[in-house]
């Protein structure tokens, strides 16, 4: 699969493919209370995915559009339980770590890559393919309770994903999951290290050339 600038498709359209997989302008208004610039409607107006990618992945992954909203305005503004921990989270002293990501729409897998549980982070890597790249922390906690706010699926609800995010201040890389009923569950992992329920996040990449 190859994208190109010109592969681009309305969000009206990309919607209706994605259904309830879809968390766009009204979301983002409607459930994070995110203010929308002028700017931005018109900047990201249109998907850079065709409708085909779309259709192939519809069901596997959520369609996000990001924008300037870190994990800690989100945490403010949704429900309380829906964060496992909160003023003895090991991220707090961290927001340069953790904070926005990279603005857009993002299309992300709603489960680990196939084959990457119970590795280390070098052998994970090839199960993230050509055309696709693991997204941040900011990223994953972004879709995983978005797509919560909308669909009330909760996302690897027993496991966990590996992010690229890596702590700024004990190197270890942010692994996100277990959303079960105590809240999502945000913390650290060696790369050399691996446990029965830890894979890692991916996402499509967009082609910029």
């Known amino acids: 699969m ?15 493919i994605m259904g309830c997989n879809f968390f766009g302008f009204e979301e983002n208004v409607r459930y994070l209370g995110v203010f929308i610039t002028q700017n931005q409607l018109a900047e ?7 409708m085909e990618t779309l259709e192939q992945f519809k069901s596997t992954h959520v369609l996000q559009l990001h924008l300037d ?3 800690f305005d989100i945490r403010e503004r949704v429900p309380r339980k829906l964060f496992y921990k909160h003023e003895e989270a090991c991220y707090n002293n961290e927001p340069r770590a953790f904070s926005y990501g990279r603005f857009g729409w993002h299309l992300i897998r709603k489960t680990p890559a196939d084959g990457s549980m119970e590795k280390t982070w070098d052998l994970q890597q090839q199960f993230v393919g050509e055309d696709e790249t693991v997204p941040a922390a900011h990223t994953m906690v972004y879709a995983i309770i978005g797509h919560y ?9 027993k496991s966990y994903v590996r992010t690229e995010t890596v702590s700024l201040i004990n190197g270890r890389r942010f692994r996100i999951g277990h959303f079960d009923s105590d809240g999502l569950r945000i913390d650290f992992r060696w790369d050399a290290r691996y446990d029965p329920d830890l894979g890692i996040a991916s996402e499509i990449k967009i082609n910029e050339e």
Do not use: H, K, M, Y
Request: aromatic fraction near 6%; include cysteine.
């Open 2 to 16: 190859q994208e190109t600038l010109v592969a681009r498709t309305d969000v009206n359209c990309a919607q209706e």
């Open 69 to 71: 909203v870190s994990i």
């Open 149 to 157: 706010l909308v669909t009330g699926e909760r996302l690897l609800e």
């Open 44 to 50: 990201f107006s249109e998907i850079p995915f065709s």
